[in-house]
């Protein structure tokens, strides 16, 4: 892997650990290598993008919210 792709892996990791630690989600795994795991062009995929846009609209907004009361 490339310095690159390293610094952008170190900083999806961190990404995750937030959304862990500070929003309490749950982890699912890496869904790339899931043989049932919707892509992005079908019916399934565009279902579950539209709902995790709006769990993140919904996480940003919290957080968003946290940070103007601080």
Request: cysteine-free; proline content about 1%.
């Amino acid at each position: 892997m490339n310095t690159v792709g390293q610094r952008e892996r170190l900083t999806q990791q961190q990404v995750l650990r937030f959304f862990q630690d500070e929003l309490n989600y749950r982890y699912l795994g890496d869904w790339k290598v899931r043989a049932y795991a919707a892509g992005p062009g079908t019916t399934a995929g565009r279902r579950a993008m539209a709902g995790l846009r709006g769990t993140i609209s919904r996480a940003l907004h919290q957080a968003r919210a946290e940070l103007i009361d601080d």
